[in-house]
């Protein structure tokens, strides 16, 4: 039963990378990014009730929690302040138009399932589909932030990257230790807290937050 | 006495934070510096006496043996050598008005944040942890490479950040990786703890396994400055002040090869053999040379041909790590500490010559040997040092690894080598040399007076020289004992 609801849960979350993609609002990339980690707060949630009723083991439960507090909650809203404060709201100028970004992602999916399906999966009954599943968000997540310019769409470019890679070492692994999860969490607030403010500085320095504007340095 | 390590830069930064007096600052910042090193002098001793330390209090995280000893070393030397030569720097930068004083403290906040966070990632036996460090180092930093805040400084940090972030991202998904490689094998309490997966290389899954050292390699390759991965390190060793660039590239880097190497460990020890690994560091090491060697030729700026030598060196021990026999080995961990004590020297000197002449730019400078008697002679005997020349320590360690590579009778990845090295050294000759023709333009020379201006950075420099010196013709037998043994961790031959 909860083997079925992780896979639904993976494939989901793969769509909402899909979904993040296609947007082209920077106040709807928050949106998605929100969704996505929501998705990922029940996976979360699904298997530390799971390791709580067979092992009695309370760690996942509290990720969960943390997952939603910071992913769910602090962070989005952490983005929607600075978003607030620049003047951009919406993108433009893409590297490709975006039925072919999406398409792009497909083949992303469908490379990830090439190098991945011959690996033997773990022993704890999780399917290979999910781990295809869930490594595709990191490379969406990478890929997105290359096609995207302005500097928010970079670090909810990342944060994708991030939640691919949560899901990926959740469902392969069962979790990682504990004090690892945490660490991750510290530093990913960490991160947001200086890509936001560097990108307060970005927009008083240069009046836009276009990563175009960085080409000074070269050679 | 292993956990002062930890304890002593977080009591360091609270007494910066308490503490209002710029002297007080100063003297903080020096004087954990001087703590930290003998701390870890005393902790050397007892390595090479007894092997590796752990304490099984706190989950039993803490773990240093030979391998990281050494590494620790290195940082907390040039850590205490960037302390006492970011005295004078500052206070030159105050007195140009290029820094408002209350930056001074907030300076050494991140520089105490930054030694602690590769303390740590040497200090930790758990894959994961040193992973979130290794992170950790690039968000300390971050605002120490930014630190001017003018548009050029933020380019470089925005990229420093974008680009490490997401290559070390790639290397968590190699830990990933390697945690479910030893699924089913290890237990519960010590997963991706470093000592069990090595002890049990064998056993682990090849397939994974692999997977998950392509992964590292790029992520951890990117921190490390590896070409194509390198383009971040430039930028950012350019434009942070010069004692932070002389941590970056002597310290930070080695801190992200050190994973490397671990992971190497255990992937060759798991394979039987060295040729999955060997490969793609060689080819990885190869690539970096070549590319640092195209750049230093047509180079404008010293603190970037400063930076790109920085590149090499890594290409030149992955390369060392790569080919992966005894002297190799040998030879490249050599290489670690003397391309570290070599390159802060420079980058150390080059602050002192950005301070006297205000520019960046190679072909604005004339005559350093005048207006920097002391700085200039460190500066230009450090290029011969880090091109390569005897009797300077960094030409004993790439002679080491030169040999190691055509006893392997890998003929062509040494003539190459080999090839790439003369490019590199003819580059620096080419376009640092001008540096020290020519008179001191007049209108620089009424301003400027000649003579050193940071004193206490300069004896730094002096030592360091020394040290690099002394390194070529003689290898004390404390740190001989040190490598040897982290050599044998490597080769597991224990």
Known sequence: MSENLLETLSVLILLSSFVLMANKRISSYIKSFRIQSLLIALAAGVMGVRSLLDEGRWDIMIVCILIVVLKVIYIPGLLN??????????????ILNIPILVLVCCGLVVFSYFTLATIDGSSQG?????????????????????????????????????????????LATQGMPFIVDLGIFIDLVTFVLIMGMLTFRMNDQFDSIDTDQLNNLKG | MGFLLLVIPIIALLLLFILKAKRLHHLVSVSSAVLLLIIAATLTHDVILYGAIAYSSLGGFFYLDALSMMILDIVLTIGLMAAIFSIGYLEEEVRQGKLPVPKIRLYYMLMVTFIFTMVLALTVRNMGLMWIAIEATTLASAFLVGFY?????????????????????????????LHLSSAGILENGSFLDWTALYANAASLKGSVLRLAF???????????????????????????????????????????????????????????????????????????????AVFILTQKDYKRLLAYSSIEHMGIIAVAIGIFTPLSIFGGLLHMINHSLTKSMLFLSAGNIMQRYDTKQIFKIKGILKTLPVSGTVFLLGLFAIAGTPPFSVFASEFSITAAIFNQSSLWVGMVFILLLAVVFAGIAVTLFKMFYGQPDSTEAADAKTGEINIPGTVCLVVLLAAVTAGGVYLPETIRELIIQAQGIVLSII
């Not at chain 1, 994708?160 to 959740?170: C, D």
């Not at chain 2, 805040?149 to 990933?176: D, F, H, P, Q, T």
């Open chain 1, 81 to 94: 302040r600075t978003y607030a404060s620049v003047r951009y709201k919406v993108e433009k100028d893409f």
């Open chain 1, 126 to 170: 999780m399917s290979n589909m999910q781990l295809v599943n869930s490594v595709s968000v990191i490379w969406i997540g990478l890929f997105f932030m290359i096609s995207r310019k302005k500097a928010l769409g970079q670090i909810i470019g990342f944060l994708v990257i991030e939640n691919g890679l949560y899901i990926t070492a959740m």
């Open chain 2, 149 to 177: 805040n003018n548009r050029y400084a933020l380019e470089a940090a925005w990229k420093y950040v974008i680009i490490c972030s997401v290559g070390i991202a790639v290397a968590l998904l190699g830990i990933i990786l």
């Open chain 2, 214 to 292: 392509i992964f590292i390699l790029v992520g951890f390759g990117t921190k490390a400055g590896l070409a194509p991965m390198h383009t971040w390190l430039p930028d950012a060793h350019s434009q942070a002040p010069s004692p932070i660039s002389a941590m970056l590239s002597g310290v930070l880097l080695n801190s992200a090869m050190y994973g490397i190497i671990r992971t190497t460990a255990i992937v060759n020890h798991n394979q039987g053999s060295s040729s999955f690994a060997g490969r793609l560091l060689i080819g990885i090491g190869i690539l970096s040379i070549a590319t640092a």
